[in-house]
């Protein structure tokens, strides 16, 4: 599996972003799902995740602000950032993780920057 990110940037505060992870590959194999963020001098932190039946899970610090979908037949994710703020000036990972019939693995994307200026 591969994943490639798109779609960040430099914006100013309050603005909106969306960002997409194209996965290539196995993607039949995918079950979870999700965007990760890292700031500079701080670890990487879960931003939204969603499961293979389409639940979705959260950070507080971006609930409803941000939101997280996925058009299975582009075997695309997507998150939708809106109200952004110099908080969520960060790299933003996409993730996945396969069945255990596909090895159970973890996959990384490149990343992609998200600079917010105020």
């Known amino acids: 599996v591969q994943l490639v990110e798109s779609g960040g940037g430099s914006v100013q505060a309050g603005d909106s972003l969306t960002l997409s992870c194209a996965a290539y590959?196995?993607?039949?194999?995918?079950?979870?799902m999700g965007w990760y963020r890292q700031a500079p001098g701080k670890e990487r932190e879960l931003v939204a995740s969603?499961?293979?039946?389409?639940?979705?899970n959260y950070a507080d610090s971006v609930k409803g602000r941000l939101t997280i979908s996925k058009d299975n037949a582009k075997n695309t994710l997507y998150l939708q950032m809106n109200s952004l703020n110099s908080e969520d000036t960060a790299v933003y990972f996409c993730?996945?993780?396969?069945?255990?019939?596909?090895?159970?693995?973890?996959?990384w994307g490149q990343g992609t920057q998200v600079t917010v200026s105020s």
């Open positions: 969603m499961d293979d039946a389409g639940r979705t």
């Open positions: 993730s996945a993780q396969t069945i255990a019939a596909c090895g159970g693995s973890d996959y």
């Open positions: 590959g196995r993607a039949i194999c995918i079950s979870h």
